[in-house]
């Protein structure tokens, strides 16, 4: 499974930004995967935003993050989104998007990561 992310930019504090990851390739159908999002800032390790499950029944959001960002998937379109209102400049992160086996296990272990996505946020 090939992801590709998009979306990122550069934009104040209090704008929104929409990331979009899609899916290719001939492994396993994209349903097989709950698929998520994480990000990783200057200094830091990559840590946990959010996850959705193959249906989208089941979500999992970061603490830093609820309420302000929503997750979810488009199976026609084999994309996942990430749309990031209220943003902070301590959202200031490279955003990767990542495939698992559940939206609860992809919290923690990604079977495929995609390239990460620039988001800076201005105070």
């Known amino acids: 499974v090939q992801l590709q992310a998009s979306g990122g930019g550069l934009v104040q504090a209090g704008d929104s930004l929409r990331l979009s990851c899609t899916a290719s390739g001939r492994s396993a159908s994209f349903t097989t995967y709950a698929m998520g999002w994480f990000r990783q800032a200057p200094g830091k390790e990559r840590e946990f935003v959010s996850t959705v499950s193959w249906n989208s029944a089941t979500t999992f959001y970061a603490d830093s993050v609820r309420g302000r960002f929503t997750i979810s998937r488009d199976n026609a379109k084999n994309t996942v989104h990430l749309q990031m209102d209220a943003l902070e400049h301590e959202d200031t992160a490279v955003y990767y998007c990542?495939?698992?086996?559940?939206?609860?296990?992809?919290?923690?272990?990604?079977?495929?990561w995609g390239q990460g996505t620039q988001v800076t946020v201005s105070s």
């Open positions: 990542a495939a698992g086996g559940s939206a609860s296990s992809l919290r923690s272990r990604a079977d495929y």
